[in-house]
């Protein structure tokens, strides 16, 4: 085997490797609550954007797919002001919202390209 396949290979596994360790150790970094927050960004969103597609894809528009998005959108806002400020029932933050946005925004963002 030729050594410039063989370092080849070796250099790419470490960097593989590194790039893997780097991707953990972010993924580690980010706190339990605010992937919870995405998640819910998720389980929210989605089915919420699923039936704005649905609805553009019957009704030959392109406006139900961005509109549920962003009801989406307000539902979270709306969920941190009225249940965590205006109740006292949680934390309100805006990283929370953030996080919970994440997930939906980079779809609205992808349909719209």
């Known amino acids: 085997m ?6 080849h290979k070796i250099i790419n596994n470490k960097m593989i490797d590194k790039i893997n360790n780097l991707i ?3 993924i580690e970094s980010i706190p339990n609550d605010k992937k ?4 819910a960004g998720i389980l929210l969103g989605y089915p ?4 704005g597609l649905i609805l553009d894809l019957i009704l030959g528009a392109q406006l139900f797919f961005i509109l549920c998005g962003l009801i989406a959108l307000a539902l979270i806002g709306g969920k941190e002001i009225v249940i965590d400020l205006c109740q006292g029932k949680g934390n309100p933050e805006w990283w929370d ?4 946005a994440i997930p939906i925004v980079a779809v609205i963002i ?4």
């Open 2 to 7: 030729d050594y410039k396949l063989i370092l």
């Open 24 to 26: 953990n150790d972010f």
């Open 36 to 39: 919870k927050h995405v998640i």
């Open 48 to 51: 919420l954007m699923f039936i």
């Open 97 to 100: 919202f953030i996080a919970s």
């Open 110 to 113: 992808a349909y719209l390209i």
